[in-house]
Nanobody, 126 residues
Framework: QVQLVESGGGLVQPGSSLSLSCETS????????IAWFRQAPGKVRDGVSC??????STYVANSLKGRFTISREKNTVFLHISSLIPGDTGVYFC?????????????????????WGHGTQVTVSS
C-alpha cells in the first residue's frame, strides 16, 4: 500500500529557507514519479516540482525555478524552498504515480498522480 507522509512545515519568516520531507513506504520509489503540490488558501492545488525515481531527473514549475529544488535520498523526497515569500503559504502535498508514458513535467502539470499524502502546512509571515 502506497503511503506518503509529509513533514517539515510550520510558521516561517519571509526570506528564510525551509525543507519539506516526504517519507514514502509500501512501494519501490525507483519506478515512480514523486511530486510536490501546494494549495494556497482559496485556490486550486498547483504542481510545484517532481522527481523521477528511475533516473533522478527533476522538474520545477517555471515560476518557482531558482527558489525551489527537489531531491531524493532513498525513500524520502525533499522539497527545498529558499527566500520564502508570503505567497508560498499553503498546504504542501506529496504525491506518487508509477512512471509510464508521460514526462514528469506533464504528470505534474496535469496532476496525474493517484496517491497523495495528507499535506503539511507552510505559513510565511512576519
Amino acid at each position: 500500500q502506497v503511503q506518503l507522509v509529509e513533514s517539515g512545515g510550520g510558521l516561517v519568516q519571509p526570506g528564510s529557507s525551509l525543507s519539506l520531507s516526504c517519507e514514502t513506504s509500501g512501494f519501490t520509489v525507483d519506478g515512480y514519479a514523486i511530486a510536490w503540490f501546494r494549495q494556497a488558501p482559496g485556490k486550486v492545488r498547483d504542481g510545484v516540482s517532481c522527481i523521477s525515481g528511475k533516473d533522478g531527473s527533476t522538474y520545477v514549475a517555471n515560476s518557482l525555478k531558482g527558489r525551489f529544488t527537489i531531491s531524493r535520498e532513498k525513500n524520502t523526497v525533499f522539497l527545498h524552498i529558499s527566500s520564502l515569500i508570503p505567497g508560498d503559504t499553503g498546504v504542501y502535498f506529496c504525491a506518487a504515480e508509477p512512471l509510464r508514458l508521460l514526462s514528469i513535467a506533464s504528470m505534474t502539470r496535469l496532476a496525474h498522480f493517484g496517491s497523495w499524502g495528507h499535506g503539511t502546512q507552510v505559513t510565511v509571515s512576519s
